[in-house]
């Protein structure tokens, strides 16, 4: 539904066999493995990320209620983030913490009429997918502001002529900050190969 214009989802691969038992939004949290949840808690100075007060347009989820994964996973995204914040100095727009999943380890479902989901079924579920952002150059858009996307053009012109978000980038990321960006994900890579041989990340 969405791409990466707007966050990029990391997905660990232990523990993968929680979202067999999560996919529709119901609580099985305490009748299948018990799991402990950490909170990608308000940033503090130096630590590199940043997060949302509320879900905005554009597609940002940020919501307190949804921003937390298991300990690993928040352990992994905290590191490389300061560590990004101690080679470069603070961004002013620095890494945005979205989506994870809720408290209890599932993703809210609307019942009425049908079943709907904040995301697919199972897709954040277990606490081993996180949404992010990007480090960026701005937050200036076109149609909205903050917009928290990549590139400025993402929208095309619908029938009744107003923008309409098309949720890819139909040019250059020209607002991406390309060097922390990339600092950010080689030390996320070099951590998985060094100390996980490569198993701690199953998809970005």
Sequence with gaps: MRTGIKFFTLLISFFFLLNFYCSDGVNRHKKYSPNTFFLFDEPTKGCGYSVLPKDSEGGSDGTLEFRWAQKHLVALVKICAFETEQEFGASKYPLLIFDGCAENGDTPVDWEPTPVGRHPGGSHDGGINLDLGYYLTSIEGIKFTPDYSACSDHFTVAKSGELEDCWICNNE????????????????????????????????
């Design 173 to 204: 990321a020209d607002k991406l900050d390309v060097e922390r960006m990339s600092f950010f994900y080689l030390k996320m890579f070099s951590i998985n190969r060094d100390l996980f041989s490569g198993e701690l990340l199953s998809q970005i």
